[in-house]
């Protein structure tokens, strides 16, 4: 009898006190994503500018701003840059940190050391980072041209965000830099969770570094590979921080990227509206993205 419990106290135990638990946790969901998302999809309907802001006074346009995307060609043309340069960007990430987790793999002299400096361009704020590397890229003081000049190459005086391209790889630079560490460490962490039997049955059977590298740790690493690459699109396709503080977007706005031109319609021509429906299209296209990227990485668990 001690063991006893009514229907009502058994039913509330079960259905209304892990709702009442979790409640806190989904307010602030609630307030920090379902929301925000939801009023700017609400705001990309409609035409917003600074009466909206002063009164929220604002007009239902329909699809006009979603007809704006499809036929302004320089939107368009910021989004295809900004996915030429966020792949480009992974790309660049998934190798120097792919490479940086073997040699941390390896054991040597000095591993302790340089696993705490890769960190160190994790840590440094994207915005300081920024202004850094600006100074580093100068034409006329930059550390940059001076390698480069000493290394055999004439770049005295060569000036990196005059020109389009140019200021892209300065950018990339700085974007690479900033996110191998994460994409290391986690490699790193993968690898050291092979077995070490699996590592020496391959080189007893007289595999090498580089078919070890391709039939053994990277097909092992797969699925970890895969997170990594998701984790990193988003990041790479919303870059604001370090365009803003290099380049500005210039010159001629020939270095926007999606984040960059959202700002500027909503805080530079308060176009909110068009803003918005720029939000929405990006937060698709990074949703469509990281579904098919779960969808791979569910196929790739399933067919082991």
């Known amino acids: 009898m001690n063991g ?14 892990p709702w009442l638990l979790l409640a806190p946790a989904l307010l602030v969901v609630f307030g920090l994503v379902v929301y925000p998302v939801g009023r700017t999809v609400w705001l990309s309907f409609r035409f917003a500018g600074l009466p909206y802001l ?39 990430t998934m190798a120097a940190g792919l490479a940086v987790a073997l040699l941390l793999d390896q054991r040597f002299r000095g591993r302790a050391l340089l696993g705490v400096l890769v960190l160190l361009p994790w840590a440094v704020p994207r915005v300081a980072a920024g202004v850094v590397w600006r100074w580093m890229f100068d034409d006329q003081y930059g550390l940059v041209n ?15 965000f005059n020109d389009r391209w140019p200021a892209f790889i300065a950018v990339g630079v700085v974007v690479v830099w900033q996110s191998f560490p994460f994409v290391a460490l986690s490699l790193l962490a993968g690898l050291q969770s092979i077995s070490p039997e699996v590592k020496e049955a391959a080189r007893m059977d007289g595999a090498g570094p580089l078919q070890m590298l391709r039939h053994i740790t990277l097909p092992m690493l797969r699925p970890l590979l895969l997170t990594l690459v998701v984790v990193s699109t988003i990041w790479d396709f919303k870059i604001f921080d370090q365009v803003y503080v290099m380049t500005g977007g210039g010159p001629y706005r020939s270095t926007e990227l999606a984040a960059i031109t959202v700002w500027r319609e909503a805080f530079a021509r ?31 668990v399933a067919a082991r």
């Open 146 to 160: 001076w390698t480069l000049s000493h290394l055999g190459h004439d770049f005295t005086g060569f000036s990196w």
């Open 54 to 92: 002063a009164s929220g006074e604002s007009r239902f346009v329909g699809l006009d701003n979603y007809r704006h995307l499809l036929t302004d060609a320089h939107l368009r043309e910021v989004f295809l840059t900004t996915a030429v340069f966020g792949f480009a960007c992974v790309a660049a």
């Open 270 to 300: 308060l176009h909110l509206g068009s803003a918005a429906a720029l939000a929405v299209a990006l937060f698709t296209v990074l949703l469509v993205m990281t579904l098919a990227y779960g969808r791979l990485a569910g196929d790739e």
């Open 4 to 17: 006893w419990r009514r229907p009502s106290s058994r039913t509330f135990d079960q259905k209304i006190l």
